[in-house]
Nanobody
Framework: QVQLVESGGGLVQAGGSLRLSCAAS????????MRWFRQAPGKQREFVAV???????NYADSVKGRFTISRDSAKNTLYLQMNSLKPEDTAVYYC?????????WGQGTQVTVSS
């Protein structure tokens, strides 16, 4: 079974930084991409960032220029470096593994940005 575990969330002041990690384990094949999503209270889950197997990246307009997605394939770990955090970034952040025939999700990690 594939498992994804997010970590690195916490409380940070506006303007601060956090780095989220997503550790993947299990038998993983036919990967298309890995993505970060987030969900704030009362809102739909929204796309944040994606990195493909070829290394291409893309970001939501709301985070572009502030967040950076990366991965360490040897460690089976995905990262999201978040800089210049704003209160509106407060959400539960989820790691997503996109394979050819399925999507796998972690449990999420809470990020709270105080003003």
């Amino acid at each position: 079974q594939v498992q994804l575990v997010e970590s690195g969330g916490g409380l940070v002041q506006a303007g601060g930084s956090l780095r989220l990690s997503c550790a993947a384990s299990g038998s993983i094949f036919s990967v298309v991409a890995m993505r970060w999503f987030r969900q704030a209270p009362g809102k739909q889950r929204e796309f944040v960032a994606v990195i493909t197997t070829g290394g291409s990246t893309n970001y939501a307009d709301s985070v572009k220029g502030r967040f950076t997605i990366s991965r360490d394939s040897a460690k089976n770990t995905l990262y999201l470096q978040m800089n210049s955090l704003k209160p509106e970034d407060t959400a539960v952040y989820y790691c997503n593994l996109w394979v050819v025939d399925a999507n796998y999700w972690g449990q999420g990690t809470q990020v709270t940005v105080s003003s």
